[in-house]
């Protein structure tokens, strides 16, 4: 018996967003401190550290301000072309 199967489902990868905590930003998208000097932390939702995301893209500090995907998963090998 031979079983030849083929699935070329997540050869592009996939990125996971998750909700979490994060610090607060104000209307400038800068981070919110309290008194000492720390940033405030707020609860955010998945929606929000994509759009975090998108926003600071290409800055070295994006997971200091809440965004960056929580997991990346990818498929390996050769997928057969149909």
Do not use: C
Request: charged share 15%.
């Amino acid at each position: 018996m031979r079983l030849n199967d083929f699935s070329p489902t997540n050869f592009g990868g996939t990125f996971t967003f998750s909700g979490g905590f994060a610090p607060l930003l104000n209307g400038n998208n800068e981070i919110v401190q309290d008194n000492s000097g720390n940033p405030v932390l707020i609860s955010i939702t998945s929606l929000e550290r994509y759009r975090r995301t998108l926003l600071f893209q290409g800055r070295a500090d994006l997971r200091a301000l809440g965004g960056g995907a929580t997991q990346f998963s990818i498929a390996g090998g050769i997928p057969k072309p149909e």
